[in-house]
Protein backbone atom coordinates (compact mmCIF):
# COMPACT_ATOMS: atom_id res chain seq x y z
CA UNK A 1 0.00 0.00 0.00
CA UNK A 2 3.15 2.31 1.00
CA UNK A 3 4.69 1.85 -2.02
CA UNK A 4 1.85 2.22 -4.01
CA UNK A 5 1.38 5.76 -2.41
CA UNK A 6 4.92 6.39 -3.02
CA UNK A 7 4.58 5.22 -6.80
CA UNK A 8 1.69 8.08 -6.85
CA UNK A 9 4.03 11.18 -5.24
CA UNK A 10 6.69 10.21 -7.97
CA UNK A 11 4.34 10.39 -11.04
CA UNK A 12 2.55 13.45 -9.64
CA UNK A 13 6.21 15.11 -8.83
CA UNK A 14 6.93 13.94 -12.40
CA UNK A 15 4.00 15.23 -13.96
CA UNK A 16 4.41 18.69 -12.01
CA UNK A 17 7.62 18.89 -13.41
CA UNK A 18 7.08 17.93 -16.96
CA UNK A 19 4.15 20.99 -16.89
CA UNK A 20 7.06 23.34 -15.37
CA UNK A 21 9.23 22.43 -18.16
CA UNK A 22 6.44 22.72 -20.89
CA UNK A 23 5.50 26.35 -19.56
CA UNK A 24 8.74 27.20 -19.55
CA UNK A 25 9.61 26.25 -23.13
CA UNK A 26 6.70 28.19 -24.41
CA UNK A 27 7.18 31.12 -22.63
CA UNK A 28 10.60 31.15 -23.61
CA UNK A 29 9.38 30.80 -27.37
CA UNK A 30 6.81 33.09 -27.14
CA UNK A 31 9.43 35.81 -25.42
CA UNK A 32 11.72 34.84 -28.45
CA UNK A 33 9.12 35.40 -31.24
CA UNK A 34 7.84 38.41 -29.29
CA UNK A 35 11.53 40.10 -29.46
CA UNK A 36 11.92 39.19 -33.41
CA UNK A 37 8.50 40.35 -34.15
CA UNK A 38 8.85 43.02 -32.10
CA UNK A 39 12.34 43.81 -34.23
CA UNK A 40 10.49 43.68 -37.45
CA UNK A 41 8.51 46.59 -36.66
CA UNK A 42 11.32 48.06 -35.29
CA UNK A 43 13.03 48.03 -38.48
CA UNK A 44 9.55 49.49 -40.13
CA UNK A 45 10.23 52.63 -37.39
CA UNK A 46 13.29 53.16 -37.94
CA UNK A 47 12.92 53.13 -41.61
CA UNK A 48 9.81 55.65 -41.11
CA UNK A 49 11.32 57.91 -38.70
CA UNK A 50 14.72 58.26 -41.11
CA UNK A 51 12.98 58.72 -44.19
CA UNK A 52 10.41 61.16 -42.87
CA UNK A 53 13.47 63.24 -41.51
CA UNK A 54 15.37 62.54 -45.37
CA UNK A 55 12.39 63.08 -47.20
CA UNK A 56 11.97 66.81 -45.36
CA UNK A 57 15.20 68.09 -45.35
CA UNK A 58 16.37 67.16 -49.09
CA UNK A 59 12.66 68.10 -50.93
CA UNK A 60 13.06 64.66 -52.11
CA UNK A 61 9.00 65.30 -52.25
CA UNK A 62 9.71 67.67 -55.31
CA UNK A 63 11.93 67.01 -58.15
CA UNK A 64 12.50 70.10 -60.61
CA UNK A 65 12.97 68.94 -64.02
CA UNK A 66 15.16 70.76 -67.21
CA UNK A 67 12.51 70.23 -69.33
CA UNK A 68 13.95 72.20 -72.66
CA UNK A 69 12.35 71.93 -75.93
CA UNK A 70 11.79 72.89 -80.06
CA UNK A 71 8.97 74.81 -80.61
CA UNK A 72 7.63 75.42 -84.23
CA UNK A 73 5.57 78.13 -85.44
CA UNK A 74 3.31 77.33 -89.05
CA UNK A 75 3.93 79.41 -91.77
CA UNK A 76 0.20 78.25 -92.42
CA UNK A 77 -1.68 76.61 -89.71
CA UNK A 78 -4.04 74.38 -92.54
CA UNK A 79 -1.67 73.19 -93.97
CA UNK A 80 1.63 72.45 -92.00
CA UNK A 81 3.91 69.50 -91.20
CA UNK A 82 4.93 69.52 -87.88
CA UNK A 83 7.19 67.03 -88.32
CA UNK A 84 9.37 68.68 -91.27
CA UNK A 85 13.04 68.39 -90.93
CA UNK A 86 13.25 71.60 -92.36
CA UNK A 87 13.60 74.46 -90.53
CA UNK A 88 12.63 77.14 -93.16
CA UNK A 89 9.06 75.20 -93.69
CA UNK A 90 8.36 77.52 -90.41
CA UNK A 91 7.77 80.65 -89.79
CA UNK A 92 9.99 80.71 -87.33
CA UNK A 93 11.92 77.68 -84.70
CA UNK A 94 11.87 78.19 -81.09
CA UNK A 95 14.42 76.63 -78.76
CA UNK A 96 13.10 76.98 -75.46
CA UNK A 97 14.19 76.84 -72.10
CA UNK A 98 11.90 75.48 -69.36
CA UNK A 99 10.99 73.37 -66.36
CA UNK A 100 8.86 71.11 -64.64
CA UNK A 101 7.72 70.50 -60.92
CA UNK A 102 7.08 66.30 -60.11
CA UNK A 103 5.83 65.90 -56.68
CA UNK A 104 5.60 62.42 -54.83
CA UNK A 105 3.61 61.84 -52.07
CA UNK A 106 5.33 60.04 -49.04
CA UNK A 107 3.17 59.37 -47.00
CA UNK A 108 1.58 57.19 -49.34
CA UNK A 109 5.01 55.24 -49.26
CA UNK A 110 4.52 51.54 -47.91
CA UNK A 111 7.48 49.42 -45.89
CA UNK A 112 7.40 45.94 -45.57
CA UNK A 113 10.12 43.59 -44.02
CA UNK A 114 10.34 40.15 -45.76
CA UNK A 115 12.14 38.31 -42.80
CA UNK A 116 12.19 34.82 -44.86
CA UNK A 117 14.10 36.65 -47.99
CA UNK A 118 15.92 38.77 -45.72
CA UNK A 119 14.41 42.13 -47.48
CA UNK A 120 13.16 45.91 -46.46
CA UNK A 121 10.58 46.52 -49.54
CA UNK A 122 10.17 50.07 -49.73
CA UNK A 123 7.71 51.13 -52.21
CA UNK A 124 7.20 54.71 -53.71
CA UNK A 125 4.04 55.96 -54.86
CA UNK A 126 4.17 57.02 -58.77
CA UNK A 127 4.58 60.73 -59.08
CA UNK A 128 2.89 63.24 -60.52
CA UNK A 129 3.48 66.50 -62.39
CA UNK A 130 2.71 69.74 -60.32
CA UNK A 131 1.17 72.86 -62.16
CA UNK A 132 2.07 74.12 -65.67
CA UNK A 133 6.02 74.25 -67.17
CA UNK A 134 7.84 77.41 -66.25
CA UNK A 135 9.62 79.24 -69.36
CA UNK A 136 12.50 80.81 -69.13
CA UNK A 137 14.63 81.95 -71.77
CA UNK A 138 14.24 81.73 -75.03
CA UNK A 139 16.22 81.41 -78.29
CA UNK A 140 15.24 81.99 -81.94
CA UNK A 141 16.82 79.22 -84.36
CA UNK A 142 15.98 80.58 -87.46
CA UNK A 143 13.72 84.02 -88.63
CA UNK A 144 16.22 86.56 -87.95
CA UNK A 145 13.62 89.18 -89.55
CA UNK A 146 11.05 88.30 -86.87
CA UNK A 147 9.74 91.23 -84.99
CA UNK A 148 9.68 91.84 -80.86
CA UNK A 149 6.45 92.22 -81.07
CA UNK A 150 6.06 88.00 -82.01
CA UNK A 151 8.24 87.28 -78.63
CA UNK A 152 5.05 86.84 -76.53
CA UNK A 153 3.81 84.39 -78.79
CA UNK A 154 6.70 82.86 -79.18
CA UNK A 155 7.04 82.56 -75.24
CA UNK A 156 3.36 81.02 -75.36
CA UNK A 157 4.44 78.53 -78.01
CA UNK A 158 7.10 77.38 -75.77
CA UNK A 159 4.91 77.07 -72.53
CA UNK A 160 2.20 75.15 -74.78
CA UNK A 161 4.81 72.69 -76.86
CA UNK A 162 6.05 71.91 -73.17
CA UNK A 163 3.32 71.36 -71.74
CA UNK A 164 1.77 68.68 -74.80
CA UNK A 165 5.36 67.32 -75.26
CA UNK A 166 5.36 66.66 -71.59
CA UNK A 167 2.11 65.09 -70.98
CA UNK A 168 2.69 62.60 -74.02
CA UNK A 169 6.72 62.18 -72.52
CA UNK A 170 6.50 58.73 -71.20
CA UNK A 171 10.33 59.04 -69.70
CA UNK A 172 9.02 62.08 -67.62
CA UNK A 173 6.94 60.80 -64.45
CA UNK A 174 9.57 57.28 -63.90
CA UNK A 175 12.30 59.76 -63.80
CA UNK A 176 11.16 62.06 -61.46
CA UNK A 177 10.72 59.00 -59.40
CA UNK A 178 13.69 57.28 -60.47
CA UNK A 179 15.35 60.84 -58.74
CA UNK A 180 14.12 59.83 -55.40
CA UNK A 181 14.29 56.14 -55.82
CA UNK A 182 18.24 56.25 -56.35
CA UNK A 183 19.01 58.42 -53.22
CA UNK A 184 16.46 56.48 -50.80
CA UNK A 185 17.98 53.21 -52.52
CA UNK A 186 21.32 54.15 -52.09
CA UNK A 187 20.68 55.29 -48.81
CA UNK A 188 19.18 52.20 -47.02
CA UNK A 189 21.42 49.90 -48.52
CA UNK A 190 24.02 51.73 -46.62
CA UNK A 191 21.88 52.36 -43.18
CA UNK A 192 20.67 48.39 -43.14
CA UNK A 193 24.51 47.08 -43.49
CA UNK A 194 24.87 49.26 -39.63
CA UNK A 195 21.80 47.34 -38.55
CA UNK A 196 21.74 44.10 -39.99
CA UNK A 197 23.85 43.31 -42.90
CA UNK A 198 22.12 39.95 -43.65
CA UNK A 199 19.07 42.15 -44.98
CA UNK A 200 18.96 44.14 -48.19
CA UNK A 201 16.96 47.43 -49.52
CA UNK A 202 14.83 47.73 -52.35
CA UNK A 203 12.97 50.73 -52.94
CA UNK A 204 10.36 50.43 -55.96
CA UNK B 1 16.19 22.81 -7.88
CA UNK B 2 15.15 22.50 -10.60
CA UNK B 3 12.12 25.29 -11.09
CA UNK B 4 15.43 27.55 -10.11
CA UNK B 5 17.41 26.31 -12.65
CA UNK B 6 14.68 26.56 -15.41
CA UNK B 7 13.87 29.68 -13.82
CA UNK B 8 17.18 30.75 -13.90
CA UNK B 9 17.46 29.75 -17.62
CA UNK B 10 14.49 31.91 -18.33
CA UNK B 11 15.52 35.14 -16.43
CA UNK B 12 18.99 34.36 -18.61
CA UNK B 13 17.13 34.55 -21.95
CA UNK B 14 15.18 37.46 -21.24
CA UNK B 15 18.42 39.53 -20.15
CA UNK B 16 20.47 38.06 -23.44
CA UNK B 17 17.54 38.99 -25.51
CA UNK B 18 17.32 42.47 -24.00
CA UNK B 19 20.99 43.08 -24.36
CA UNK B 20 21.17 41.99 -28.06
CA UNK B 21 18.57 44.99 -28.28
CA UNK B 22 20.75 47.88 -26.36
CA UNK B 23 24.44 47.12 -27.91
CA UNK B 24 24.28 49.51 -31.02
CA UNK B 25 22.53 52.32 -28.65
CA UNK B 26 26.03 54.18 -28.46
CA UNK B 27 28.84 56.35 -30.45
CA UNK B 28 31.94 55.04 -29.67
CA UNK B 29 34.83 55.26 -32.06
CA UNK B 30 34.16 51.84 -33.22
CA UNK B 31 30.53 52.12 -34.78
CA UNK B 32 32.34 55.71 -36.20
CA UNK B 33 34.33 53.06 -38.25
CA UNK B 34 31.54 51.57 -39.85
CA UNK B 35 30.99 55.28 -41.18
CA UNK B 36 34.33 55.44 -42.46
CA UNK B 37 32.72 54.54 -46.28
CA UNK B 38 34.19 54.08 -49.18
CA UNK B 39 33.14 54.10 -52.82
CA UNK B 40 30.63 56.92 -54.32
CA UNK B 41 27.24 57.90 -52.94
CA UNK B 42 25.03 59.06 -55.22
CA UNK B 43 22.95 61.57 -53.90
CA UNK B 44 20.94 63.08 -57.04
CA UNK B 45 20.25 62.00 -60.33
CA UNK B 46 19.11 64.31 -62.10
CA UNK B 47 16.66 63.95 -65.42
CA UNK B 48 17.24 66.02 -68.41
CA UNK B 49 14.93 66.88 -71.37
CA UNK B 50 17.68 69.04 -73.43
CA UNK B 51 17.70 70.77 -76.95
CA UNK B 52 21.47 70.12 -78.67
CA UNK B 53 22.73 72.71 -81.56
CA UNK B 54 25.27 71.37 -83.31
CA UNK B 55 27.11 73.09 -86.26
CA UNK B 56 28.27 71.02 -89.40
CA UNK B 57 31.37 72.97 -91.01
CA UNK B 58 32.07 73.13 -94.70
CA UNK B 59 34.19 70.58 -95.94
CA UNK B 60 37.87 71.37 -97.07
CA UNK B 61 39.14 70.90 -100.22
CA UNK B 62 37.46 71.51 -103.76
CA UNK B 63 35.14 69.18 -103.45
CA UNK B 64 33.79 71.35 -100.76
CA UNK B 65 33.21 74.25 -102.89
CA UNK B 66 29.71 76.79 -102.43
CA UNK B 67 28.93 74.46 -99.98
CA UNK B 68 26.86 75.91 -97.18
CA UNK B 69 27.47 75.18 -93.24
CA UNK B 70 24.78 73.44 -91.94
CA UNK B 71 23.04 73.69 -88.39
CA UNK B 72 21.26 70.81 -86.68
CA UNK B 73 18.77 70.85 -83.62
CA UNK B 74 17.39 68.20 -82.02
CA UNK B 75 15.87 67.23 -78.83
CA UNK B 76 17.39 64.71 -76.12
CA UNK B 77 16.64 63.35 -72.77
CA UNK B 78 19.18 62.05 -70.07
CA UNK B 79 20.06 61.29 -66.43
CA UNK B 80 23.09 62.55 -64.61
CA UNK B 81 24.08 60.99 -61.43
CA UNK B 82 26.07 63.61 -58.77
CA UNK B 83 27.16 62.67 -55.32
CA UNK B 84 30.24 62.70 -53.11
CA UNK B 85 33.08 59.98 -52.49
CA UNK B 86 32.46 58.76 -49.46
CA UNK B 87 36.26 57.91 -48.85
CA UNK B 88 37.26 61.68 -48.39
CA UNK B 89 34.35 62.18 -45.49
CA UNK B 90 35.93 62.94 -42.72
CA UNK B 91 34.67 62.45 -39.45
CA UNK B 92 36.54 63.35 -36.01
CA UNK B 93 34.92 62.86 -32.43
CA UNK B 94 35.67 65.44 -30.57
CA UNK B 95 34.74 66.18 -26.53
CA UNK B 96 31.24 67.66 -26.99
CA UNK B 97 30.69 67.31 -30.69
CA UNK B 98 31.62 65.31 -33.83
CA UNK B 99 33.09 67.05 -36.85
CA UNK B 100 32.38 66.09 -40.17
CA UNK B 101 33.71 66.81 -43.57
CA UNK B 102 31.42 66.65 -46.90
CA UNK B 103 33.69 66.60 -49.97
CA UNK B 104 32.77 68.59 -53.05
CA UNK B 105 30.14 66.86 -55.07
CA UNK B 106 30.79 65.36 -57.95
CA UNK B 107 29.48 63.45 -61.16
CA UNK B 108 28.98 60.13 -60.26
CA UNK B 109 29.93 57.80 -63.74
CA UNK B 110 28.77 58.85 -67.00
CA UNK B 111 25.73 60.66 -68.25
CA UNK B 112 23.45 58.38 -69.98
CA UNK B 113 22.51 60.24 -73.02
CA UNK B 114 19.58 58.36 -74.86
CA UNK B 115 20.72 57.62 -78.38
CA UNK B 116 17.96 56.69 -79.64
CA UNK B 117 17.42 60.98 -79.82
CA UNK B 118 20.00 61.29 -81.97
CA UNK B 119 17.93 59.47 -84.78
CA UNK B 120 18.30 61.75 -88.48
CA UNK B 121 14.03 61.69 -88.33
CA UNK B 122 14.06 63.56 -85.02
CA UNK B 123 16.54 66.42 -86.59
CA UNK B 124 15.68 69.75 -87.65
CA UNK B 125 17.89 70.95 -90.00
CA UNK B 126 18.91 74.32 -91.61
CA UNK B 127 18.89 74.49 -95.60
CA UNK B 128 21.18 72.87 -97.21
CA UNK B 129 23.22 74.59 -100.80
CA UNK B 130 21.69 73.76 -103.97
CA UNK B 131 24.69 74.03 -105.58
CA UNK B 132 26.90 71.50 -103.38
CA UNK B 133 25.48 69.54 -101.19
CA UNK B 134 26.86 69.46 -96.86
CA UNK B 135 24.47 66.18 -96.19
CA UNK B 136 24.14 65.57 -92.47
CA UNK B 137 25.39 62.19 -91.92
CA UNK B 138 25.28 59.60 -89.48
CA UNK B 139 28.96 60.41 -88.41
CA UNK B 140 27.38 64.17 -87.40
CA UNK B 141 24.80 62.33 -85.43
CA UNK B 142 27.93 60.67 -83.22
CA UNK B 143 29.35 64.06 -83.22
CA UNK B 144 26.15 65.47 -82.34
CA UNK B 145 25.52 62.78 -79.19
CA UNK B 146 29.43 63.21 -77.89
CA UNK B 147 28.26 66.84 -77.65
CA UNK B 148 25.36 66.33 -75.89
CA UNK B 149 27.01 63.94 -73.10
CA UNK B 150 29.69 66.57 -72.71
CA UNK B 151 27.29 69.49 -72.26
CA UNK B 152 25.29 67.65 -70.16
CA UNK B 153 28.03 67.00 -67.57
CA UNK B 154 29.23 70.94 -68.24
CA UNK B 155 25.80 71.95 -67.30
CA UNK B 156 25.65 69.96 -64.20
CA UNK B 157 28.86 70.70 -63.13
CA UNK B 158 28.19 74.66 -63.76
CA UNK B 159 24.87 74.14 -61.93
CA UNK B 160 25.61 75.87 -58.33
CA UNK B 161 22.44 75.17 -56.74
CA UNK B 162 21.99 71.39 -58.11
CA UNK B 163 25.74 70.65 -56.68
CA UNK B 164 24.96 72.44 -53.51
CA UNK B 165 21.73 70.44 -53.16
CA UNK B 166 23.69 67.31 -53.49
CA UNK B 167 26.05 68.29 -51.36
CA UNK B 168 23.37 69.05 -48.96
CA UNK B 169 21.29 65.60 -49.17
CA UNK B 170 24.87 64.04 -48.62
CA UNK B 171 25.24 66.24 -45.16
CA UNK B 172 21.63 64.66 -44.48
CA UNK B 173 22.43 61.20 -45.37
CA UNK B 174 25.41 61.24 -43.10
CA UNK B 175 23.70 63.04 -40.15
CA UNK B 176 21.02 60.41 -40.67
CA UNK B 177 24.06 57.12 -40.09
CA UNK B 178 25.39 58.94 -36.87
CA UNK B 179 21.71 59.37 -35.36
CA UNK B 180 21.13 55.53 -35.93
CA UNK B 181 24.82 54.54 -34.78
CA UNK B 182 24.46 56.32 -31.78
CA UNK B 183 20.75 55.84 -31.28
CA UNK B 184 21.16 58.79 -29.53
CA UNK B 185 18.26 61.64 -29.57
CA UNK B 186 18.79 64.80 -32.67
CA UNK B 187 19.11 67.36 -30.26
CA UNK B 188 21.36 65.64 -27.88
CA UNK B 189 23.61 65.40 -31.11
CA UNK B 190 26.16 68.05 -31.81
CA UNK B 191 27.69 67.61 -35.18
CA UNK B 192 29.73 70.81 -36.50
CA UNK B 193 29.77 70.68 -40.22
CA UNK B 194 32.14 71.59 -43.06
CA UNK B 195 31.73 71.59 -46.62
CA UNK B 196 34.63 71.35 -49.30
CA UNK B 197 33.72 74.31 -52.03
Redesign the interface.
Known sequence: MREDNKLEIIKRMNRR?II??VV?IL??VL??SF?SNN?DGKVKT?IKT?LD??VE???LET?N??????A?KCKNESNCDKNS????DFKY?V?CKGTITAGIDFKKVNIEVDEKNKKVIITMPEATIKGEPNIGSIKF??GKDLKAAELPDARKLCQETAKE??EK?N??IP??K??AR??LE??YG??I???DSSYTVVVK | M??GF??G??VM??LF?SGC?NS?NELTTENIK?LE?TGN???????????I?YDKPVGVGITHLLEKER?L???Y?G?I?L?INLSKVKIEMKKNSINVFIPKTKIIGEPNVNKDDFD??N?????DSWINSNPITADDSASAFDKAQKEMKE?AMNDEELLS?AQ??AK??IE??I???SGLNRKDLKIMWEYEQ
Open positions: NTICLIIIFRQTSIKSDAITYNVIKNNIDVSLNKSDKLAAEQVVEFQWKVY | KKICLLTIIEKKLLVTYQAYYHNVEKFAETTRGANFIESKVQQRILEKIQL
